[in-house]
């Protein structure tokens, strides 16, 4: 029997694995390809087809969902191993926090920023650090970023430098004319600047 003679007869289109089963089941049926179509039709054969396609389904949604849960555990696994292994080459290479010798000194920045809690100093606003910058150095005051912090950075024993992911506060500090801090970017970032107690630096990270 051809599908299409099948399909005309029971109004039910098979696909062709299950249409091959249906082929297998005639094939053994005792009786022409009238009397099938109607054993079929009347035994809910559509019913029981779409059924067997729910539960192959449902054991594909389950295996997937089985290899997802298998994958997750691997991976949670595999990310536990790299963490311990990490830790156990940064406790190898002995990273310390450093600083670049070419820029102003945490610690310095850090004494002016305590006058700012004794009142003899003040955080500047963005717009006055824009302003200063670009009255005393002749920057273009749309190509500058006025910043708030600076990458912690770390060293290891081979002399080897690597951002930690912490920041550092450096705020734009006023105390006086001849003792100040900005930190700002220009030309999109491609330029670091730090301006300390008026004299403008290149800043290296």
Not at 45 to 50: T, V
Not at 101 to 113: H, M, R, S
Not at 136 to 150: A, K, M, P, Y
Request: hydrophobic residues 35%; negative net charge; proline residues 3%.
């Amino acid at each position: 029997m051809m599908l299409s003679e099948f399909v005309e007869r029971t109004g039910f289109e098979p696909m062709p694995a299950e249409y091959a089963k249906i082929e297998e089941a005639y094939c053994g049926f005792n009786g022409d390809k009238d009397a099938f179509c109607k054993a079929f039709v009347a035994g809910d054969g559509e019913k029981k087809i779409y059924q067997a396609r729910a539960a192959e389904i449902d054991r594909l949604n389950g295996k997937i969902l089985e290899m997802d849960k298998t994958f997750q555990q691997s991976s949670a696994e595999y990310e536990r191993r790299l963490a311990v292994l990490r830790a156990e080459l940064d406790k190898e290479l002995e990273w310390k926090p450093y600083e670049f010798n070419q820029n102003i000194p945490q610690a310095e920045y850090a004494e002016l920023a305590k006058c700012v809690d004794s009142g003899s100093a003040r955080y500047m606003t963005d717009d006055e650090a824009l302003d200063w910058v670009c009255r005393e150095f002749g920057f273009d005051r749309s190509q500058v970023t006025i910043l708030h912090e600076i990458d912690e950075q770390e060293i290891n024993r081979h002399n080897y430098c690597r951002s930690s992911g912490r920041k550092i506060d450096r705020r734009p500090v006023y105390c006086a004319t001849d003792y100040h801090y900005i930190r700002f970017n220009a030309g999109g970032g491609a330029w670091q600047w730090e301006v300390w107690n008026g004299q403008i630096r290149p800043f290296y990270d």
